[in-house]
């Protein structure tokens, strides 16, 4: 298939650092042997306007005979969706969606603008797909190009990632009370010891360069044991799945995570994971499964095992192109009765045309 994925390429507005989404939806599909552009709908093009881009994207998808169109949505969207969503009579186009779980408000006022839509939250899904028939789950995944589970671990206790306002406040008690090793945006607040205050992102140097996604995947791989957030939300306080629960799957580390609902749908606490109920109880196990290596390497392979059998990208996408009614090898053939609803069109095969 033609895949066109819509979706931001810097990480942080990094030029070097891409955003692991962009490898989530570019990577697994072409090992997949489909062929696959991007649009950048967050390019940061000087002087562009959300009308010049949305021009620009709806000249890619009208010129580019795309079978499937992938949207990463964010809820406060970069470009016009009212005008893609004219599309979703000729094209197959399903928005991702990311952070459901807090702002579901702004997400759902777009899923009846694409043909399908995304969301990675079972409660999300239960309580809405009525409403929203076009409203599909999935969830997210391991993405095996950069994994090492031979690696040696010779990082104890760690965090790889983005350290902002709470978790800011969280990795420096962890830091403390368990030797916990901080990597990644923001870490350098912490390792100095500092809270994150307002406009702390704004001065030069002080915050640290995001990592590139392989440069994180190597400290997973080094790490015996990774501390795994779960919360997110403008305050911090709404548990989720996050991507990095299946990101480092494949690493060797032990995934220590707060329990956040539906967490049993992809893992067994105790077995394939550790779960805290709070930060002291996070400190103690860290410190408990560094001392317990036999313990640590059975549930990290357990990990592993799991993560192999049901958590990569392919399994992902299969199930998705199964939901939207795509095989892989052909191209769909529209019109859609209505984009609002759950679309019936019929596929071809890839030698024939639209």
């Known amino acids: 298939m033609r895949v066109l994925s819509v979706v931001r390429k810097g990480y942080y ?52 005979r795309f079978d499937l169109v992938l949207y990463t949505a964010s809820g406060e969207e970069p470009v016009e969706i009212e005008a893609i969503g004219a599309l979703c009579k000729k094209i197959c186009i399903v928005a991702w969606n990311s952070d459901d779980d807090w702002q579901w408000q702004a997400t759902s006022l777009i899923v009846p603008h694409f043909t399908f839509a995304v969301t990675t939250y079972p409660v999300i899904h239960q309580q809405n797909r009525n409403q929203y028939p076009n409203l599909l ?6 993405l ?4 090492d589970y031979s690696r040696q671990k010779d ?7 983005a350290i902002y306002k709470i978790r800011n406040s969280q990795c420096r008690y962890l830091r403390r009370k368990a030797d916990l090793v901080c990597f990644g945006y923001g870490s350098r607040l912490v390792n100095l010891g500092l ?65 956040s609902p539906s967490l049993e749908r992809y893992y067994e606490p105790g077995k394939e994971c550790v779960t805290f109920e709070n930060l002291e109880d996070c400190a103690e196990k860290a410190a408990w499964y560094l001392s ?20 990569l990208w392919k399994y992902r996408f299969a199930d998705l192109f199964a939901k939207i009614g795509i095989p892989s090898g052909a191209r769909t053939i529209f019109p859609v009765a209505n984009p609002a609803h759950a679309p019936e069109y019929r596929s071809v095969p890839a030698s024939n045309t639209l």
């Open 137 to 142: 789950l999935s969830q997210w995944a391991c």
């Open 195 to 259: 809270p994150y205050l307002r406009g702390t992102s704004r001065i030069p140097g002080l915050m640290g360069p995001p990592l590139p996604f392989g440069t994180i995947n190597d400290i997973w791989n080094r790490s015996r044991v990774s501390y795994c957030p779960m919360a997110g939300g403008p305050r911090g306080d709404v548990l989720s799945i996050k991507s990095r629960t299946f990101d480092m799957g494949l690493s060797g580390t032990l995934m220590l995570c707060e329990h």
């Open 13 to 64: 507005g990094s030029k070097s650092a891409l955003e692991p989404m962009y490898l989530y939806l570019t990577v697994p599909l072409r090992q997949m042997g489909h062929e696959v552009e991007t649009f950048d709908h967050y390019d940061p093009a000087n002087g562009i306007t959300k009308s010049q881009r949305t021009d620009l994207l709806l000249k890619k998808l009208q010129s580019g």
């Open 155 to 161: 990082i104890g206790f760690s965090f790889a990632g």
């Open 292 to 311: 317990h290596e036999e313990e640590r390497a059975r549930i990290a392979l357990n990990y592993r095992d799991r993560t192999l059998k049901e958590h």
């Open 144 to 147: 095996d190009i950069f994994s």
